[in-house]
T-cell receptor
């Protein structure tokens, strides 16, 4: 399935590095989301964008910086992360009105 | 109080069995519901949407009881490939989906 794609699929970075995660959706949706999933824990909502505007920031530390240049693309810029930030980062998209969310395959991030 | 309550399991069943999961939700304003399945270390995938009293898709049947605020998922003729975590997700207009821990199903031969 290629409805929602994420790159890279795996990322190892040091605590002083700066990296970016990319998400692209080909479903014509207008809402995009970032979730974090740590091992054996439920998904945690991080950010919500509707029509390129951020509508929700779930008390996410500033070392995570989202960017949504258009309705099809979503980025998560990472800097000075901590080892506890190691997790699976999932992007999702939906039509604002239907709310059925479709997920990308995720980026498995390891912070060393 | 949690938004949804699901028995985490695991539910261990043999191939061919029928298994049912229940999910209770706390917010009566929830308008629709989704069942997602998530395989280990993979992304959640939408299994079924429920907008009225229920929905059926092949071996999968979801039933909604708004008066008692619970929704169930029935899986008939279980396959090995059904082994996964099943997530019940209520939806309220204007809010993002909130996911719980789900129910783990293990189907064995």
């Amino acid at each position: 399935e290629t409805g929602v794609t994420q790159t890279p699929r795996h990322l190892v970075m040091g605590m002083t590095n700066k990296k970016s995660l990319k998400c692209e959706q080909h479903l014509g949706h207008n809402a995009m989301y970032w979730y974090k999933q740590s091992a054996k824990k439920p998904l945690e909502l991080m950010f919500v964008y509707n029509f390129k505007e951020q509508t929700e920031n779930n008390s996410v530390p500033s070392r995570f910086s989202p960017e949504c240049p258009n309705s099809s693309h979503l980025f998560l810029h990472l800097h000075t992360l901590q080892p506890e930030d190691s997790a699976l980062y999932l992007c999702a998209s939906s039509h604002p009105n239907s709310y059925e969310q479709y997920f990308g395959p995720g980026t498995r991030l390891t912070v060393t | 109080r949690k938004e949804v309550e699901q028995d985490p399991g695991p539910f261990n069943v043999p191939e061919g069995a029928t298994v049912a999961f229940n999910c209770t939700y706390s917010n009566s304003a929830s308008q629709s519901f989704f069942w997602y399945r998530q395989d280990c270390r993979k992304e959640p995938k939408l299994l079924m949407s429920v907008y009225s009293s229920g929905n059926e898709d092949g071996r999968f049947t979801a039933q909604l009881n708004r008066a008692s605020q619970y929704i169930s998922l029935l899986i008939r003729d279980s396959k090995l490939s059904d082994s996964a975590t099943y997530l019940c997700v209520p939806n309220q207009a204007g809010t993002a989906l909130i996911f719980g821990k789900g129910t783990t199903l293990s189907v064995s031969s």
